[in-house]
C-alpha cells in the first residue's frame, strides 16, 4: 500500500479534535482521551470552479496518553506529506501542539519528526522550541462565530457535492477483494486498511445524529444522548480551513491574472516625429 505523490495545485490538510471520553466508571479521565484525524486531499480547479475535498483518510485514537496522540498526529503528518495541520488549541490540543513544536523521536520506525510551528497566531508559535521551524500549524481557536462558520461551512458543501467520503464499511470486502495478494494479508493489517473505511460510517452516523439549534446570530451543533461529536469537529475544521485557502488561491490567482493582462499592453511611444 502506497501513499500517491501529490498532483500540480493539490493541498493536503490533516484535522485533528482532541475530545475526553466518558470512562466506563462513569468518571472522565485523561486515559480516555479520543483523537480524530482527517486527511483531506485538496486539489484548486485553475478554471474558476469550486475545488474537491476528498476526504482519503479518517482514523480514530483512544485511551492514549498525551505523548502518543501527538505521535501519531506528527506520524500521519509525515506519512501524507501534509501541508497543514489545524488542530483545536482552546483545551486538549495545546498540550499536544506543545509537544508538535519540538523535535519528536519516533521509537518504532527509529527516526526524528522535526519540530514545526504556528501559522496564524504568534504567541502560540512563540511556545515552538526551534528557531525558523516551518510553520504547518493552524491553531484553532474557536469561538461560538467560528464553530457556527464551520457547521455551516461543512453543511453547505456536503449539500453541493463538494465533499467525497470514502466508501463506507459495508464495501470494503467488494473493493479490495479485487486487490492482488489482499487475501494473503494477515487479520490485523486487513482491519488496519479497513478502519478508515469503519470510521467513515462512523463519521456519518454521528452527522445524522446531530442536533442544531440557532442561539442569537450563530448555529450552535450539539450530540444526542450517548452520541458524540468530536468526528464532526475535526471534519468541520478541516473543510473549513479547506474553503480559507481555497478563497485565498482565487484571490492570487485573479490578482496574477489582472497584472498579466496589464502587462500585455505595449508601452505608449511618445516624442515620435512624423
Known sequence: VRIPPKQNGEIRLL??????????SGKKGGNNDATSLFLNRQVMSDNGGRSKKQIVYTQNYEGLRTEDQALQIRRAIYDFDADWLIIDCRGLGLPIVDLLMADMYDPDRGITYPA??????????????????????????????????????????????????????????????????FNKLSLL???????????????????????????GNYVKVREK????????????YNIWLANQLEKEYVATRSQKSIQDIVFQFRQPVTGKRY
Do not use: H
Not at 134 to 163: D, F, H, Y
Open 15 to 24: 484535522s485533528a479534535d482532541i475530545a475526553l471520553m466518558q470512562s466506563t
Open 116 to 181: 514545526l510551528g504556528c501559522f496564524n497566531n504568534e504567541e502560540i508559535n512563540k511556545r515552538c522550541k526551534v528557531r525558523n521551524a516551518p510553520k504547518k500549524i493552524w491553531a484553532m481557536l474557536a469561538t461560538n462565530e467560528i464553530n457556527s462558520q464551520c457547521a455551516l461551512t461543512l453543511r453547505e458543501e456536503l449539500k453541493q457535492g463538494n465533499v467525497q467520503l470514502l466508501r463506507g464499511e459495508e464495501d470494503f470486502d467488494d473493493i479490495f477483494s479485487q486487490v492482488q495478494g
Open 189 to 215: 493489517d486487513k482491519l488496519k486498511l479497513k478502519a478508515p473505511y469503519m470510521n467513515t460510517t462512523l463519521t456519518i452516523n454521528e452527522l445524522i445524529n446531530l442536533e442544531t439549534e440557532i442561539k
Open 225 to 236: 444522548s450517548g452520541c458524540r461529536k468530536d468526528r464532526f469537529s475535526s471534519l468541520s
